[in-house]
């Protein structure tokens, strides 16, 4: 690989890969998420006990040596581990005390067994992270077989790798890349390369052109085997055997689900980022629009909009493009895109279709908001 030079814009990349440990491989993973977790509970309770007397917040790298120096020795099971992942632990609970100092996040909060995702990050250094035809080597687990569908290229540099086990009991680990970006020019704006996109909850959104396009759904299709799957659930013991085989049955549909939305939301956004330079957005919370009191909170998380629109985003970018988003607040379902009139009656989103009051063109409501949209925002660009 070529040798990152000083100046260099530099860039990262990940590549995901899906892991079939061997039953040794999966204790030492085990034993690992489990050291992670109790070296970052632990440092957590230092720090605050730390600061109850008075004493100076240990920074990363004194935490660090106080996890080498007094937790090894005290516990002789961190030493079984892959250091690189008990570092990252401890710097990772660094990060969250700089999010909290910086009014970014909350207070960092102790992890879980039951609930705290199963993950662990390495680092690469003299090799230890290798990747093969059909195998990954990681630290201190050697050779682990996996898919491996894509190679790096050969100028990326490898950084590191996230190894993660998911609630069905499968594996797969995100190989970190650097490399060096090549600039592409910005494609120039012209109205064929400019689209509006207006959410549709029903669906995933109506573009300025007139095209609805749907989502297929992909929870409401497969709740009545989740129904099915969580009732037998309920009349195991809790904490049996049985009763974790069966959370995991339940948690391979909701990882099928989740699998489904992404394929399907690559797909759609590659396919946009190919079609069009500039794609202009309403800038919607979607977390308050999936909330209980708005009413259609299972179809907004179901639609994956906002996932969409971060694919479009680095999608758009690496073909020159960009994605503009407008205000949320611009009245694009009032306005009528043929005269410029407002009409507050819109503002009742029952009404679906309207009649413009001064020039008498009849609108569908996304439609027109999308039409809207795509005039705002090449507003924005021309600005």
Do not use: C
């Given at each position: 690989m070529r040798k990152i030079q000083e100046g260099d814009h530099m860039a990262n990349r990940a590549i995901i890969y899906?892991?079939?440990?061997?039953?040794?491989?999966?204790?030492?993973?085990?034993?690992t998420f489990g050291c992670c977790r109790f070296v970052y509970n632990r440092l957590l309770s230092v720090q605050q006990e730390r600061y109850k007397n008075g004493e100076k917040h240990l920074s990363r790298t004194h935490a660090n040596n106080f996890c080498n120096r007094q937790l090894k020795p005290a516990y002789p099971f961190l030493r079984e581990v892959d250091k690189f992942a008990l570092t990252n632990a401890i710097y990772h609970l660094e990060d969250g005390y700089q999010r909290f100092f910086k009014h970014l996040g909350?207070?960092?909060?102790?992890?879980?067994?039951?609930?705290?995702?199963?993950?662990?990050?390495?680092?690469?250094?003299?090799?230890?992270?290798?990747i093969g035809e059909q195998y990954i080597k990681l630290p201190k687990l050697g050779r682990v077989k996996a898919k491996i569908h894509r190679k790096p290229k050969d100028d990326w540099l490898l950084k590191s790798a996230t190894v993660?086990?998911?609630?069905?009991?499968?594996?797969?680990?995100?190989?970190?890349?650097?490399?060096?970006?090549?600039?592409?020019?910005?494609v120039p704006v012209t109205e064929e390369q400019v689209i509006g996109l207006d959410y549709k909850s029903a669906g995933l959104y109506v573009d300025s052109n007139g095209k609805c396009q749907n989502m297929p759904g992909y929870f409401r299709m497969a709740q009545k085997e989740l129904a099915k799957r969580q009732r037998k659930l309920r009349h195991k013991v809790p904490g049996s055997r049985n009763y974790r085989k069966q959370q995991k049955r339940i948690a391979r549909v909701y990882r099928h689900i989740s699998n489904q939305r992404k394929d399907y939301l690559h797909k759609l956004s590659t396919a946009t980022a190919k079609q069009y330079a500039y794609v202009c957005v309403e800038d919607l919370n979607m977390?308050?629009?999936?909330?209980?009191?708005?009413?259609?909170?299972?179809?907004?998380?179901?639609?994956?909009?906002?996932?969409?629109?971060?694919?479009?985003?680095?999608?758009?970018?690496?073909?020159?493009?960009?994605?503009?988003?407008?205000?949320?607040f611009f009245p694009s379902s009032q306005i009528c895109h043929c005269c410029g009139c407002r009409n507050p009656e819109v503002?009742?989103?029952?009404?679906?279709?309207?009649?413009c009051p001064d020039c008498g063109a009849v609108h569908d409501r996304d439609t027109n908001a999308a039409i809207n949209i795509r005039t705002e925002g090449m507003r924005l660009l021309a600005a």
């Open positions: 899906r892991l079939y440990p061997t039953a040794s491989q999966k204790l030492l993973l085990t034993k909350n207070f960092p909060k102790y992890k879980s067994k039951r609930k705290a995702a199963k993950a662990y990050t390495t680092n690469s250094t003299n090799g230890n992270i290798k993660r086990e998911f609630g069905d009991g499968t594996y797969q680990v995100s190989v970190l890349f650097e490399y060096e970006e090549t600039p592409v020019s910005p977390r308050s629009l999936s909330n209980k009191g708005f009413g259609n909170g299972k179809a907004t998380l179901d639609n994956g909009y906002g996932m969409f629109l971060f694919m479009l985003d680095y999608k758009l970018a690496e073909h020159g493009g960009k994605l503009v988003k407008v205000d949320k503002r009742d989103l029952r009404i679906r279709e309207w009649i």
